[in-house]
């Protein structure tokens, strides 16, 4: 398996409840995560998501994926009930677009904001990246 990397705001609360949420569900092991913020971000993504933090990021097998196709990328991967999230291709892109950067613009307002990135536990450290 290639590896697949989810890039966050380490900032966010809300990208970050998505990393738990996203941690305790892949039990394959699928992704490794890293702030949008750190070393890995400036190596593998365009120069562009090092200054606009309002998109997750998926990055696989060196294809870059953002806001709500990441999402429904990440999510259709997870196997059992998560297969439903598949339905969600079938809205247009705008339509799944518009929503995502309504909620990202707002985030930090709704949900809170961090001083410092994430730090993950010593049990999550192996699926983190810098």
């Known amino acids: 398996m290639s590896r697949q990397v989810v890039f966050f705001d380490g900032v966010c609360l809300l990208c970050n409840g998505f990393v738990d949420f996203l941690l305790a569900r892949d039990r394959e092991q699928l992704f490794q995560f890293a702030p949008l913020q750190g070393e890995n971000a400036k190596a593998l993504l365009p120069a562009e998501f090092h200054t606009d933090l309002n998109t997750v990021v998926l990055w696989s097998q ?25 339905v969600g291709w079938a809205v247009p892109q705008f339509l799944r677009d518009l929503v995502y ?16 990135c994430r730090l993950p536990s010593p049990q999550e450290r192996a699926r983190f990246l810098d």
Do not use: C, H, N, P
Not at 104 to 116: C, I, L
């Open 62 to 86: 060196g294809q870059v994926f953002t806001r709500s196709d990441a999402v429904l990328m990440v999510l259709s991967q997870l196997g059992g009930i998560w297969w439903f999230t598949r």
């Open 101 to 116: 950067r309504l909620v990202a613009s707002q985030r930090y307002s709704w949900f809170g904001k961090r001083e410092t």
